[in-house]
């Protein structure tokens, strides 16, 4: 008995009474057809148990079906910290509903940079999202003058720079952490910061000052730390405030791992919180809940943020010009620390 042949895109058309062109733009992911074209498509390959050839639809449409995910950290900094994998689990669900594949990408060194800059410029993604990108970093800038959208988490460093970005308040979220920690009585208020080299740190450094001349606390460098969104830098800076500020009642730390080590640090010091010093955090990571005691932060929508910076890469891959770029709200979680 002869083999039955393999269905083909002409017979997916026939069925669902399509062009093959149709067909193929529906099987290819594009956005631009009708519902009711794509219902019939979709229903007529399901019953032909149709199964497109990537390699071949790649030569015809000139994409890959493939999104990367670029972080821009050490590989322990990206299983030590829970905003990554949360903003990866946001920018997959949305690309698993065009059908899309997250390519996962950490970058540590720069001849890791070098290559993913070689394969990008390649053909084998469609677009990039960048994650955690320090200072004036130039590759989304040349990935994106090449023509591969871009788009980034977090204001880029630069404010020159045109790749456009999904990022949360940050200032506002810091003013409420501050506002928070005068409205529970607290005088003597400091905060570790995040990294300088990011925007992210710089904001919400703002935002605490802002707050602070808005109580008409007199601002200096004193009152801040540097620290490195880890536990350690938090742990680090707090027992520099310490020293500085050994009577310091407040504290607001740029992320909750910071915050973390800010509670470690208190409890080495024999300062019980929220008694003696009261803490806020940043994000509303998994930790911050399970901590002890638990903490008080200010949440950001991390998963929605990551649905929308794959959503706006999906646009820019189907041909739209430009996307505007996206600031989500945040709110205070209070808990026992402050």
Not at 91 to 118: D, G, I, K, N, P
Not at 175 to 199: I, Q, S, W, Y
């Amino acid at each position: 008995m002869p083999s039955q042949s393999a269905p083909t895109l002409d017979s997916v058309a026939a069925r669902a009474g399509v062009s093959r062109a149709t067909a193929g733009r529906v099987l290819s992911g594009y956005a631009r057809v009708s519902d009711s074209a794509r219902e019939a498509v979709l229903k007529a390959a399901a019953e032909l148990s149709y199964v497109p050839n990537q390699a071949a639809r790649s030569l015809v449409t000139r994409r890959s079906g493939s999104v990367a995910l670029v972080v821009v950290e050490p590989v322990e900094r990206f299983f030590a910290d829970s905003y990554f994998p949360l903003v990866l689990s946001g920018a997959q669900a949305q690309l698993a509903e065009r059908e899309v594949q997250l390519v996962l990408v950490v970058l540590s060194t720069q001849r890791e940079r070098e290559r993913f800059e070689r394969y990008a410029r390649g053909g084998h993604v469609d677009g990039a999202i960048f994650v955690s990108v320090h200072g004036a970093d130039p590759l989304p800038q040349h990935l994106r003058e090449a023509g591969l959208p871009v788009v980034l988490s977090g204001r880029p460093y630069d404010e020159g720079s045109s790749v456009p970005f999904v990022s949360a308040d940050n200032v506002g979220g810091a003013r409420t952490a501050a506002a928070h920690l005068f409205e529970r009585g607290c005088r003597r208020v400091v905060t570790v910061t995040g990294p300088m080299d990011m925007r992210v740190g710089q904001e919400r450094l703002e935002g605490f000052r802002a707050e602070l001349r808005a109580h008409r606390q007199r601002w200096n460098a004193g009152l801040a730390a540097p620290g490195d969104f880890s536990v350690d830098g938090g742990r680090a800076a707090t027992e520099a405030l310490l020293e500085r500020w050994p009577d310091l009642d407040g504290v607001f730390a740029a992320n909750d791992l910071m915050a973390a080590g800010v509670l470690q640090a208190l409890a080495a010091a024999g300062r019980s919180v929220p008694g003696d010093v009261r803490v806020v955090g940043f994000d509303d990571a998994p930790l911050a809940a399970a901590a002890t005691p638990p903490l008080t932060t200010v949440r950001q929508p991390v998963i929605a943020m990551g649905r929308e910076l794959a959503r706006m890469v999906l646009a820019l891959v189907d041909g739209q010009e430009s996307v505007p770029d996206v600031v989500a709200p945040t709110e205070l979680v209070q808990r026992a620390t402050s």
